[in-house]
């Protein structure tokens, strides 16, 4: 190794050569382009030749040596948005010589940086709230968006709702998949000077009020030397009747990752789950509605196969945490998820992950690569398990290749978990004896009564509830045969599969969540269904 050059983990020279440059005169860039950090060395001064700001805000890095001696030798550049050509124009004025960008993903970038600029108490964010003195002031734009930032993670809201009415302001903080109302100083004057504000953080256009616009904010939370935290959030701002609506959907990268043990499965269904994912090749999907905690069952399934022995490679839109030692790849208008799943089937992986599939070249690459030595992991938005079926149908896909390539579908929802310091017996109420029926035979039910820990809901986090359908040779038939989905179901619980009633029911004659909960996230038809099933 040359001297002063710092070895990657692996230590490997430079390995990709002859792809298309961008250059400081024309640019263009093959966009099937993606490499891994182990391919490069790095040097702490060619590293430092970019501002440390410039390379954490935008997440770049250089790669390899840069040698003075050679003025027109093209820089290799590790970027997390390889198309960003703004950010690649001004890192060549910088450098003043030809950039090759390549893809890598944020931890890798993020290990690169520490190496070259140290990992010091310095984090890149686009705003950094610290405690305040109580003031007796009105309080500013910036005050009001950094107490509510502050308010919302504390509270550990996933989402932040600012609502505009005529003669009103609505601030609500989404916890535990419930909307909680929250005294706000934002009144229908201020609230555009607020909505400004996090369109400045977010870099949108705040001359633009008639259409509406995404973006996102990096935020670090200090609350003492040791006490510091960062989170990202995803901002979108909608026109509304009087102003403009605000939605803030906050990503903890230090949650996203939680073992399959700790997402609430079952003894049978997890064990189901983790022999599912030691199979050599094949498609499993995740289905449910937003929120139900899809991403972070698909994150606990890679987490466990990522034992350093296989190629694991996601395709995103977006990416919401960044899982270490994982190529994650965003989805962009330019390469789309097809385009994109192709040129990652040439990266030689082992596990492919989809983060939705949503038409037919895309579901039909995810079924191609689960029959040819892959293991494939993908979302649907479908109501239960057996609807995956018909989804993948309704894609046009052949039942010849589901058949071949889907292994197993999980359709989950989140409840809220019973809190533990107030948990006390209740009685079914007419409504639910009248709902469930013979299903509560038994059952001894269980409420929060609440408290100052549960901020008195009765609840505190929250709880997977799930159904595992397992596609054995004799559904693979039915599937061929084209059988709707009423008698895939039919013979699915002639063997043995549970639905997300049954395993709702469970957790709450284990004490775990309430009926109340049950009617809450599952449909009023899947209830009826499992009802009228068991009655039979």
């Not at 030689?348 to 995810?366: K, Q």
């Not at 901020?455 to 505190?460: E, I, M």
């Not at 397992?470 to 559904?475: A, E, L, N, R, W």
Request: net charge neutral.
């Amino acid at each position: 190794m040359k001297p002063g050059l710092v070895p990657c983990v692996w230590a490997l020279e430079p390995l990709c050569r002859g792809a298309t440059r961008y250059s400081l005169g024309g640019m263009s860039q093959d966009p099937e382009d993606f490499s891994e950090l182990s391919q490069f060395s790095l040097d702490r001064s060619s590293m430092r030749l970019l501002p440390e700001t410039l390379c954490r805000r935008h997440h770049v890095v250089v790669l390899g040596k840069v040698d003075p001696a050679a003025p027109n030798a093209t820089v290799t550049i590790g970027m997390l948005d390889a198309e960003n050509t703004n950010i690649i124009t001004r890192i060549g004025d910088l450098l003043e010589r030809p950039i090759h960008p390549v893809r890598l993903n944020r931890y890798e970038i993020d290990s690169a940086l520490a190496t070259g600029f140290g990992t010091g108490p310095r984090v890149a964010a686009d705003v950094v709230i610290r405690p305040r003195p109580p003031s007796r002031k009105e309080p500013t734009a910036v005050e009001l968006v950094d107490s509510i930032l502050s308010t919302a993670v504390e509270k550990k809201a996933s989402d932040i709702h600012i609502e505009s009415y005529s003669h009103d302001v609505d601030l609500r903080l989404r916890i535990d998949g419930i909307l909680h109302q929250l005294y706000t100083d934002i009144s229908p004057e201020t609230v555009s000077e607020v909505v400004n504000r996090i369109k400045i953080l977010a870099q949108l256009d705040i001359t633009d009020h008639r259409k509406p616009q995404d973006g996102r904010i990096r935020v670090l939370i200090e609350r003492g030397e040791e006490d510091r935290k960062v989170v990202d959030c995803r901002v979108s701002v909608v026109p509304s009747p009087v102003g403009e609506d605000v939605v803030i959907r906050i990503l903890d990268s230090h949650a996203g990752l939680v073992p399959v043990g700790e997402l609430g499965m079952t003894a049978d269904t997890q064990r189901i789950f983790l022999q599912l994912l030691t199979n050599p090749e094949g498609l499993v999907l995740v289905t449910g509605p937003t929120g139900s905690g899809k991403t972070t069952t698909l994150y606990s399934a890679l987490a466990q196969l990522n034992d350093g022995r296989r190629k694991i490679i996601t395709a995103e839109d977006p990416i919401e945490y960044f899982v270490p030692k994982v190529n994650q790849k965003q989805v962009s208008a330019s390469m789309p998820y097809a385009m994109l799943l192709r040129a990652l089937l040439r990266q030689d992986p082992n596990v492919l992950l989809v983060g939705e599939i949503r038409d037919l070249e895309t579901g039909s690459t995810a079924l191609n690569a689960g029959r040819t030595g892959h293991i494939v992991l993908g979302t649907l938005h479908t109501g239960d398990a057996v609807g995956a079926i018909g989804r993948l149908r309704g894609l046009e896909l052949d039942n010849t290749d589901i058949a071949d390539a889907l292994l197993a579908v999980m359709a989950q929802r989140l409840a809220r978990r019973i809190c533990e310091k107030c948990s006390e017996p209740r009685v079914p109420t007419e409504e639910q004896k009248t709902l469930l029926g013979h299903l509560l035979d038994g059952v001894q039910l269980r409420a929060g009564r609440g408290c100052d820990s549960c901020h008195h809901t009765g609840y505190r986090k929250r709880i997977g509830i799930f159904e595992l359908l397992v596609v054995d040779p004799g559904m693979q038939d039915l599937i061929v045969a084209g059988a709707h989905n009423a008698q895939i179901r039919k013979y699915a619980r002639q063997h043995f599969f549970k639905t997300m009633v049954d395993d709702a029911l469970e957790k709450i004659a284990a004490g775990l969540t309430t009926v109340d909960e049950l009617i809450r996230v599952v449909p009023y038809r899947h209830i009826v269904a499992t009802r009228d099933e068991r009655r039979e």
